[in-house]
């Protein structure tokens, strides 16, 4: 494995690249750095931010470097939304894929980003707040719209870890 290489939006991927280089010892790159820095077909861990089940640059490095697991970094429970995510990103069977709760603040979003978190918040908030059966895994996704915050740990990383730690042998 040659490097990790992230794309982030608002610094909960970064933030979880770096936590992964700490690791396992490899270096952590944004994909502009990437492109400097990382020989086209390297092997590569792929870390993007998830929108609306995409994950943001993850065509483009599978198209440039040898993906050997693909993270994608959301406002949902880490482990979920798996098979949603792989089939939008066409992501092959062979390649693991990870999801990973990252979290949520709207004064870091711009442009277009902004504008959609702010309706689906009107939408999907109200939804939440007006159920009343809601899962521990509701109530923290309600949070996190309403007040914003940030979920970034190791322990969401320990699939990620045990996969790696497994390959290396």
């Known amino acids: 494995m040659k ?3 992230f794309t982030s939006n608002t ?3 970064e ?4 936590l992964l280089a700490d690791k396992t010892g490899l270096p952590a790159y944004s994909s ?3 492109r400097r820095e990382i020989a086209d077909g390297s092997e590569i861990i792929y870390l993007g931010w998830l929108k609306a089940g995409e994950i943001a640059g993850y065509a483009k490095a599978a198209k440039r470097y040898s993906v050997k697991a693909v993270c994608g970094v959301g406002m949902g429970k880490t482990g979920s939304q798996l098979d949603d995510v792989c089939k939008r990103n066409s992501i092959p069977a062979e390649t693991p894929l990870f999801t990973l709760q990252g979290g949520f603040d709207m004064n870091k979003l711009h442009g277009i980003y902004k504008f959609m ?3 689906m918040k009107k939408v ?6 007006e159920k009343p059966d809601r899962t521990p895994e509701e109530d923290d996704m309600l949070d996190m719209m309403l007040h914003g915050g940030e979920r970034v740990s190791e322990e969401n990383l320990k699939a990620v870890l045990d996969w790696y730690e497994n390959i290396r042998y």
């Open 3 to 5: 490097a990790i290489v």
């Open 11 to 13: 610094g909960t991927t």
């Open 15 to 18: 933030k979880y690249a770096r």
């Open 32 to 34: 502009e750095q990437a």
């Open 117 to 119: 978190m702010k309706t």
């Open 124 to 129: 999907v908030g109200k939804s939440l707040a």
